[in-house]
């Protein structure tokens, strides 16, 4: 094989690889299940360290979620930024990603780098529906993140006053 011709294969894997992420973005999960029953490596990962899995996840595709998970993907690889898939959805408040996650085996006290968890998460966005859930699956009210701020603390200070009031019941 000449340069050039493995030049244009490694340029082509990278164009399907994009395409593959957006596929993941979009949360087309047919298509998704297709290409890993192909052999396509359910954690394979951009060039920011996100996984098919945390793309989904991220832009709310419960769907594809799940597809991914069953295929083996992990649900405790973080990305670059050191995010992890729950914590990315509980940030968008997308509760029916967060159970796919849960269910599929994401740790329900997975934090990022900086301790922060779901339940921090949900709480500061004032997500109550997602605080119960969390916490009905073992989340901690008083666990803190590296800065030792609780999901309490962390509600006070972004005004999130529904999930203070909800938190506030449990310490």
Known sequence: M????????????AEFAEQVFDVARKGDAALLAALLAKGLPANLRNHNGDT???LSAYHGHADA???LLEFKADPQIANDKNQLPIAGAAFKG???VV?????????VEGASVDGRTALMMAAMFN???MVDYLISKGANPK????QGVTALAAAQTM?????????QKLV
Do not use: S, Y
């Open 2 to 13: 000449t340069d050039q011709a493995k030049q244009m294969t490694e340029e082509e894997a």
């Open 52 to 54: 098919l899995l945390m």
């Open 65 to 67: 979620v799940t597809v």
């Open 94 to 96: 997308n509760l029916d």
């Open 99 to 107: 159970k796919a996650l849960i269910e599929g085996g994401a740790q």
């Open 127 to 129: 997500r109550t529906e």
């Open 143 to 146: 666990a803190t993140d590296t």
């Open 159 to 167: 005004g999130a006053v529904d999930t203070a009031a909800q938190l």
